[in-house]
Nanobody, 115 residues
């Protein structure tokens, strides 16, 4: 079992930045992949960014060049640095961990981009 707790969401103006954090109850170095998803009202959940144990990363096209996913194995943390935020980035952002065929989710943190 892996418990995940997200933090760092909030209200930010277009063009601003936020850093989301995900605290894991297990060693992130033992987790096959950690990812950030987002879900906007009326839309399907979308994979935003993923990082594996080798720290290889992948991003959805809409955030490439603006978002950066990273992990701190010593602190069991995963981060999502979000720059140049746009109103269409508004969503609940959820942390996900995949280990040994199981998938675990946090409860999410709200990000609202609005002037």
């Amino acid at each position: 079992q892996v418990q995940l707790v997200e933090s760092g969401g909030g209200l930010v103006q277009p063009g601003g930045s936020l850093r989301l954090s995900c605290a894991a109850s297990a060693s992130v170095s033992s987790i096959d992949a950690m990812a950030w998803y987002r879900q906007a009202p009326g839309k399907q959940r979308e994979l935003v960014a993923v990082i594996n144990t080798a720290s290889n990363t992948n991003y959805v096209d809409s955030v490439k060049g603006r978002f950066t996913i990273s992990r701190d194995n010593a602190k069991n943390m995963v981060y999502l640095q979000m720059n140049s935020l746009k109103p269409q980035d508004t969503a609940i952002y959820l942390c996900n961990a995949r280990r040994a065929g199981e998938s675990y989710w946090g409860q999410g943190t709200q990000v609202t981009v609005s002037s």
